[in-house]
Structure formats: structure tokens, C-alpha cells
């Protein structure tokens, strides 16, 4: 295989695509594209044919999603052309280019039902149109890439771009006294720039220069709690008076059904690429230091 040289990094407005937009500057040894929705728009197939028509990649990272998880329950069609029918155009397309592939997915592909962290080969059982359309996404990727690409799930992403749980959280605290949070679900935050890291780290490996068997692995950042532990603990570490009450699932209903326990087990990602996960209140910190940063 070719030294991977030129990149294409796909949904560069979101919340991962900034933040390798963010860190790219490490990375001087490769010519990264990041593409807008105005660029590449995955709603669109002919817009996918437009965009590769004149464009070749040694690696595509394909950050772009339709993450709206209760929007997707009325718009099955729209979240299944772009995570699923635009991820096999693009894997259709990095196989026809001799391209690697790193495809990100998401752990609302388990029903949640388990009490052990999941590792890749638990069987999927996804709740809603979200995770249905991530996981033919997947087997898109698999059946059409027997070699060369890697999907690698998540969760629970946040940053400081884009709208996510923490930056909501703030905001609401700046309005209200008192905040009722969902006690009951469970799993671990992903600060999206460790994520991008972590995805580097994956595209610098000598396994990832080789030839190798598509694979599926899971990140997320280390530790474990539910959405209210993450709420307590963002007003705890910015010093902000909120008052944080637990609440069930069932007392705060929502057109998609999420899995009550998402925890992702890391093993694999980590003794495959000698990866080092940071603590999730760690990276948490990071993150408020950056929003900060950013009202100074």
C-alpha cells in the first residue's frame, strides 16, 4: 500500500471535524481536506459523485452524521441516506480508489440491555432509527471494505463546538436555580478531541500503513457515569451554583428510545494501537478550560 499522504476529512463542521481541524496543525506530514455540508452534503448522492469526480484520497475520515437521535424517528429517510446509504457510496468509492477508510459509529447500535462494557463482538440490537441506519452504515462499510477500513464507535461526544450536553448544561444553569437530570443511564463521555487523537494515532500506526482486514473497534474516554454524575460534575469543576436532582428515564420521555447502559470496552482499540485513553473528568476540564479560553 501507498504511504497515506493526502486526507479527507468529511463533516469538518461537526464536532470531531473541528477538532481535527484543531490539531491538524501537528500533523504537517499529511495534506488534509476538510470538506464542509456545502462541499460534500451526504444528503446528496449525486453531490458524493460531484465532490470524487476530480478528487483522490490515500484516507477518508468520515466524521459527517445525521446525529438528531428523536428527529430521526420522523426523518428515517434523511438519517438513513446520509449514515448509511452515503457511507456505502463512500466506502464503494475508497474501494474502487485504493483508499483507507476510518468510519466513525456510534454505541446506540447495543439495545443496552447488558451490565458488562461492550466489546465489539456483542450482538447489536439498536433501539431507534438513529442506531438502525449507524449500523447498515457499518455493515455497508464491511461488506464492501474487506480490507482497509476501521469503524471505530462512541459515545456521548461533547466539545467545545457545536451544540452538546455541556455546553447545554452551562446554559441552562445560566437561566435556572435547579436542573432535573437522568439518573439512569449509563456510560462514558467522549471529549472529541481526544477522540481526534486517538484517530491520528490509529492513521500513524504501522498496522494502519500496511494492508489490513477491516476492523471494528470501540473509544470512548475511561471511567463510567450517568448523564447526572456528568451534569454534577460539569457545575462542580466551573465552580457553578446548580442545584441537580436524578431523575428516570421514564419521567422524561423521548421519541427514540436510548440504551440504559452504553459503557464501550477499550481493550482492543488500546493493545491494537498502544493507545492511552484519558480519564473522562480529565478531559472534561480540558474542555471547560477551552470554553474559558473562548469568552475571554
Known sequence: MPEIKTVLVTGSNGQLGRSLTKIATQYENYDITFATRADLDLSDAKSICRFFQQQQFDLIINCAAYTAVDKAESETELADQINHLAVQQLAEIAAQQHSKLIHISTDYVFNGHQHRPYVETD???????????????????????ANNAVIIRTSWVYSEFGNNFVKTMLRLAGDRDSLKVIFDQVGTPTYATDLAQAIMTIVQSAAFQQEFSSDTVHYSNEGVCSWYDFAKTIFEL???????????????????????????????????????????????????NALQEEVK
Open 123 to 145: 450482538d447489536v440490537a439498536p433501539q431507534g432509527v438513529y442506531g438502525l441506519t449507524k449500523l447498515k452504515g457499518e455493515h455497508a462499510v464491511l461488506r464492501i471494505m
Open 238 to 288: 466551573s465552580e457553578i451554583a446548580c442545584d441537580v436532582s436524578p431523575i428516570e428515564t421514564k419521567d422524561y420521555p423521548t421519541p427514540a428510545t436510548r440504551p440504559h447502559y452504553s459503557l464501550l470496552n477499550k481493550a482492543k482499540i488500546k493493545q491494537s494501537y498502544n493507545l492511552a485513553i484519558p480519564y473522562w473528568k480529565e478531559s472534561l476540564q480540558q474542555c471547560l
